[in-house]
């Protein structure tokens, strides 16, 4: 069996919004968020991603509730 390749470009996040609806997986260059402060980083690429989801689509999504790194499969 073949080794997978391991995208280590992209970190995942799970994330879990105030109206209880969650949404894995959501990619973030792992270049940003390197160092202490990487998940308040990955939070607001989060939230811009949403709101341009938000702007194209015509259905905004609710804040942000928490926040965690995907764990690899």
Same mark, same amino acid.
């Given at each position: 069996?073949?080794?997978? *390749?391991?995208?280590?470009? /992209?970190?995942? /996040? ?8 969650? =949404?894995?997986?959501? *990619?973030?260059?792992? =270049?940003?968020? $390197? ?8 939070? $607001?690429?989060? %939230? $811009?991603?949403?709101? *341009? +989801? $938000? %702007?194209? =689509? ?5 804040? +942000? *509730? =928490? +926040?965690?790194?995907?764990?690899g499969?």
């Open positions: 069996m073949a080794r997978q *390749k391991i995208n280590s470009e /992209f970190t995942a /996040f799970d994330v879990v919004y105030e109206d209880g609806s969650r =949404s894995s997986n959501r *990619k973030v260059a792992s =270049s940003e968020v $390197a160092g202490p402060n990487g998940h308040a980083v990955a939070k $607001a690429i989060i %939230e $811009a991603q949403d709101r *341009k +989801i $938000a %702007e194209l =689509s015509g259905r905004p999504r609710g804040a +942000i *509730k =928490s +926040i965690t790194r995907s764990s499969r």
